[in-house]
């Protein structure tokens, strides 16, 4: 005669090998998970960690320092003779040509073009032409002596006149000398030239506003 098996009512209870495996496996699926969210938000915010400031100097000019370009009208100043005897502005000269020069004296490449522009006035003189050249020195009032001693050793007839406070400067956006702005009678630029003139470039340029 068969006994009936005795039963277990206890629940049977999972080995600890196994429970650990499912652990493992949850761990695993998780840190995925947040692998995955990190890639995501990489790609959807690429720039949101980067607090490093842009210098918007050169790609947003402030309202005083406009980029000027060809086709632009020239805007108007009013700086003093080296003598500061007087003001000159460029409205001053309206209707004819004017050649700004803004130059210093620690620029030597300013230096090497000034003799080849007052022998280009002087020719400009000569032939009746009214073309009108204005050299604008940046340099501190301290080297203003130094300055005058310049004009006299290369004797410089056309005007010098001083941006010690560097109010043209700014409003024709100079970073760098030489640099020369051929506007014609309307006031309108025509050309600007960085870097030091020689007489082709004079002469060039000269036809386009005279």
């Known amino acids: 005669m068969l006994l009936p098996m005795a039963i277990d009512p206890s629940p049977q209870r999972p080995s600890p090998n196994r429970t650990s495996r499912a652990m493992f496996i949850v761990i695993i699926v998780l840190a995925a998970a947040v692998v995955l969210i990190i890639i995501v ?39 003093s003779t080296l003598a500061g005897d007087r003001t000159v502005s460029l409205s001053d000269y309206r209707g004819k040509p ?10 030597p490449d300013c230096l090497k073009e000034t003799p080849a522009l007052q022998k280009f006035y002087l020719r400009q003189q000569a032939t009746g032409k009214d073309l009108v050249i204005l050299g604008i020195n940046l340099d501190l009032q301290s080297n203003f002596t130094a300055v005058a001693r310049f004009q006299e050793q290369y004797n410089l007839t056309y005007p010098i006149i001083v941006d010690d406070q560097l109010q043209a400067r700014a409003r024709y956006n100079v970073t760098t000398t030489p640099t020369s702005y051929f506007i014609d009678r309307r006031s309108i630029i025509r050309s600007i030239v960085v870097g030091p003139l020689d007489d082709t470039t004079l002469h060039k340029d000269s036809m386009q506003i005279g």
């Open 41 to 79: 938000a990489g790609f959807l915010y690429p720039n949101s960690s980067n607090t490093t400031p842009r210098n918007t100097a050169t790609t947003n000019p402030s309202p005083t320092q406009v980029v000027l370009h060809v086709g632009n009208t020239a805007p108007n100043f009013a700086l």
């Open 98 to 107: 004017v050649l700004l020069n803004f130059w210093s004296l620690q620029c």
